[in-house]
DNA sequence: TAGCCTCGAGTTCA
DNA sequence: CTCGAGGCTA
């Protein structure tokens, strides 16, 4: 603050000096609040500096800031929240479960490493909080923006609600503060808090929240931020993002300057030389559980040095360096009241245990999956049986085992079905497959099943054309295919329950609007077996178009990365089936024209597809290919006739051999530096 | 041939 | 989220 500039007669200037001097007092008495639980002023004379300050701001609109304390009581609602992306994706954590699990995540941080057994890594251990992942970005030292986990790559913005967090710096304090600073933490209610806004909930005859976590989720993600402002929320900050003008060296240097700079950070953090202070952490967290004043469901271990995070790297969904350790789910007891046998889109029957309601974790149960029947051998699960349920993730309900000693001898055990369920064709079990399969090609189940994937929002993305609309196109005979799908009429349309002009016109455009999506999403619209998302992209960028797709040898597709022989006949099966080949002509000459992705045009390799066998010297397996499909080539996986340099390394094994065989061109390491640079 | 690593597929509840 | 299984690599 540069008082010389300032001219105290200058009524305007007087108020700025009051209004900084305000912000000043009251982020200083948050601090002591909130942060060091240790007020120096009654809440009255807070709120009296609060309103001081809500005056002179409403009095001058140009002293107004962002990062001013009455910014904590919410502004404006929103329509809808923006969307961030996150500079550094927010990568989930690997999980263990038990303190075996904790040992064996040491043994692989040592190996890779290459650290001996007797040696111990410095770790530094977190409690585990129960709530929302959010990111937070500080720039010179000012709160800007606040934005949800999401799936990890973006989320949303929710900076006006972030902003009620109390114990959270609307501006750094302290020295060297970061031109940028991305900080990730943990949002999360206090039991306190949850059982106060719950009870408030029961007084307004609305429903109650199950849990602080969904709580906390449902206060974050309000729209209006005055509600928020209502919800004591609190926050632990625990990872960095992006820095710029910091440079942390490790995990507790990190914490060490979060603290100077006033964010919060859970004070249980603890180092740990060696893992087994680091089970200990786990364990004496696990008996301190239910005496802490906020949930926790488990803890976290990191490697300690930042420059050890770096050279382990991460997974493409986690890093290596870390690990969630959860604690044993929240169980229950109930009575598996029945079986069933659920039939999915590929056929495969799964059993179904129809329990008796019961509540986990605020949540009630009444179905859990048996997965395939070498589960039910396995555990030994019959109708009838009193069993110990969980929800795996805190999510998905599991059997976890028989209680036998409650049995009475009148459990009946449940056998595969002979036919299927639901269309009485045979049951099929592949030799080696854990899966029971009903066979019957016009399985309804499996039709239905077929369709809403087909429509599904990964696939086709109709909107509109879900599980109701299904059932009532197929009862209706309305739909014997996907391809009756594009003809369907809005005279069809009308003869459905609950459906009017407006519902009609919004479908069919949906359905018009499919025509267009692109080839990857059509091919996996197209449910071939083995062939996911993932494989379908990697198909619509190989071959371009739907005609050369269905054309393609088997030799072909095997040549294709992550395609091997098992993919590839899958493949070829579903397009020699005359019947698949009639309904994609229809659906063309319906006018779906999937369109072709962006193939890198002009590339000095395109169409061209080479495979690397042996050891190379200058690059790694990943960065060869990036460089070959930069270029529109393809790095592919085996030696086919189709392929057009086989570029071989050091100790280059059966696939050269095969390349010898077939005639295709051989490289060594330098031909191929050569073809990229002549071709530059 | 074993042991990663990824992908595919099925699933719960509010 | 979890399990199974396919593909690749050492």
Redesign the pocket.
């Known amino acids: 603050m540069q008082l010389s500039l300032l001219d105290v007669s200058n009524p305007e200037d007087t108020a700025r000096i009051r209004v900084d001097e305000l912000r000043r007092q009251l982020e200083h008495h948050n601090r002591l609040y909130y942060l060091l639980d240790a007020p120096a002023i009654s809440d009255a004379e807070y709120d009296a500096l609060f309103r001081e300050l809500q005056r002179l701001e409403a009095q001058s609109p140009g002293l107004v800031s962002s990062d001013s304390p009455t910014r904590r009581v919410g502004g404006a609602a929103l329509d809808k929240f923006s969307s961030v992306t996150h500079r550094l994706p927010m990568l989930?954590l690997e999980?263990a479960?038990n303190v075996d699990e904790i040992r064996e995540f040491d043994l692989?941080i040592k190996k890779n490493l290459g650290l001996s057994q007797e040696e111990s890594v410095s770790y530094v251990c977190e409690p585990k909080m129960d709530g929302l992942a959010v990111e937070l970005v500080y720039v010179d030292g000012t709160l800007t923006v606040a934005s949800t986990r999401g799936d990890g790559v973006s989320g949303e913005d929710v900076t006006e609600n972030i902003r009620t967090i109390r114990s959270l710096p609307l501006r750094l304090s302290g020295d060297r503060i970061p031109r940028l600073l991305e900080v990730r933490g943990e949002v999360f209610l206090s039991l306190e808090a949850f059982r106060k806004i719950n009870s408030e909930k029961e007084e307004d005859g609305v429903?109650p929240f199950?849990n602080p976590r969904n709580a906390a989720a449902g206060s974050l993600r309000q729209l209006d931020p005055r509600i928020t402002a209502r919800r004591p929320l609190s926050i632990y900050c625990y990872a960095p993002g992006v820095a710029e003008g910091a440079d942390f060296r490790s995990q507790q240097d990190f914490f060490e300057l979060l603290a100077g700079w006033g964010l919060p950070v859970n004070p249980l953090v603890r180092p740990a030389i060696g893992i087994e202070e680091a089970v200990t952490f786990y364990e004496e967290m696990q008996q301190q559980r239910e005496l802490l004043p906020y949930e926790i469901d488990g803890t976290v271990i990191k490697v300690d040095s930042f420059a050890i995070q770096r050279e382990l790297g991460a997974?493409?969904?986690s890093p290596?360096w870390a690990v969630a350790c959860?604690f044993p789910p929240r169980q229950a007891v109930t009575v598996v009241e029945d079986i069933l046998h659920?039939?999915?889109?590929?056929?495969?029957i799964?059993p179904?245990?129809l329990?008796r309601?019961v509540e986990i974790s605020g949540?009630?149960?009444?179905?859990?999956?048996l997965?395939?029947w070498?589960?039910i051998v396995l555990k030994d699960i019959r109708i009838g049986d009193t069993v110990v349920v969980e929800r795996?993730?805190?999510?998905?309900?599991?059997v976890v085992r028989v209680l036998t000693e409650k049995r009475s001898g009148t459990e009946q055990p449940s056998l595969p079905p002979e036919q299927c369920p639901q269309c009485g064709s045979a049951v099929v079990r592949i030799a080696?497959?854990?899966?029971v399969r009903c066979m019957g090609l016009a399985c309804p189940p499996q039709f239905r099943?077929s369709i809403m994937?087909f429509a599904s929002r990964n696939a086709m993305d109709i909107e509109g054309l879900g599980e109701k609309f299904i059932e009532q196109l197929l009862s209706l005979g309305l739909v014997s295919s996907v391809a009756d799908l594009y003809s369907l009429t809005r005279d069809d349309l009308m003869k459905f329950e609950r459906m009017g002009d407006k519902l009609a016109a919004n479908l069919l455009a949906a359905i018009e609007n499919s025509k267009q999506r692109d080839l990857g999403r059509f091919i996996?619209a197209l449910?071939?077996?083995?062939?996911?998302?993932?494989?379908?992209k990697s198909l619509a960028q190989a071959f371009g178009s739907l005609e050369n797709l269905v054309t393609a040898p088997f030799d072909e597709l095997?040549s294709?990365?992550?395609?091997?022989?098992?993919?590839?006949q899958s493949i070829r099966t579903f397009f020699d089936n005359q019947g698949n080949i009639a309904v994609i002509r229809r659906m063309r000459e319906s006018g779906v024209s999937p369109a072709v992705e962006q193939k890198k045009v002009g590339g000095r390799f395109t169409g061209k597809s080479f495979v690397?066998t042996g050891?190379l010297s200058r690059f790694t397996?990943d960065e060869v290919r990036i460089l070959v499909e930069n270029e529109g080539g393809n790095a592919?996986?085996?030696v086919s006739k189709k392929t057009d340099y086989v570029v071989a390394g050091e100790e280059a094994g059966s696939k050269l051999a095969k390349a010898r065989e077939l005639g295709v061109t051989v490289l060594t390491e330098e031909e191929f530096m050569e073809l990229l640079g002549q071709m530059e």
């Open positions: 989930s999980n479960t692989r429903e199950v997974k493409s969904r290596r959860k659920s039939v999915g889109r590929t056929g495969v799964t179904v245990a329990l309601p949540v009630t149960v009444s179905r859990a999956t997965h395939n070498d589960e795996a993730g805190d999510v998905i309900p599991a080696d497959e854990v899966a099943e994937h996996f449910g071939i077996r083995h062939v996911g998302e993932r494989t379908a095997v294709i990365r992550d395609i091997g022989a098992t993919v590839a690397f050891a397996r592919v996986g085996s």
